[in-house]
């Protein structure tokens, strides 16, 4: 169930080595998946890799698990509003890599403000919001906002998923596994971020 299941995450975390016995009686195999898949990225944490490799890592893994079309990461241009990096992506076995270039791309209008954002079904409603998109059909995003600076609460990055294969509406256990695996990016992109600066600080001792 729901705090079996995070309980479990916490666990792995903290360094524990966990085994799982369910019933089944309150819960199902999709949220043992979920787990399974959360304990993947958490591994991350702890990974000397570049990151710019544990980008593209996670989101393959992330967008596995929701067998979703394709994943970015995107980062904000500070200098121009209307544009974004992309940091990172992936693909989908069979689905048509949309960008070759990464830099300074048009920024998709929907990425605004600090609250997940969450389209499918009915919601759906881009208009011409993906213009440069024309050929692929959009069915569903979600799209989670990260923050850099902590001071400032700015969101400098998002975390998005596609779906453009099919019809779409994300469940519940997909959009909280999305939100999950979210603050597992975001420790790991806050443990780079302490990691360089005490490095910094040692250099500057020096």
Known sequence: GFIGSHTIIELYAAGYEVVVVD????????????????????KFLETEKPIESVMNDFLANCGGYLNASMAYVIKNKRD???????????YAKGVEIVYEKTLSQTKFDFLEGS??????????????????????????????????NRLTNEVEMYV???????????TIDELQFVADASKVFQSILDKRIQKNSIASSYVSLE
């Open 23 to 42: 019933n089944l009686c309150n819960s199902c195999e999709e949220s043992l998946k979920r787990v399974s898949a959360m304990t993947e990225l958490l």
């Open 160 to 170: 998005v998923f596609f779906e453009t294969k099919k019809k779409r509406n994300w």
């Open 80 to 90: 121009d509003s209307t544009k974004m990096d992309i940091a990172a992506q992936w």
């Open 115 to 148: 609250k997940p954002i969450i389209l499918s079904g009915n919601s759906l409603d881009l208009g011409a919001k993906l213009a440069e998109w024309e050929y692929i059909p959009v069915n569903a995003v979600i799209a989670m906002p990260v923050l850099i």
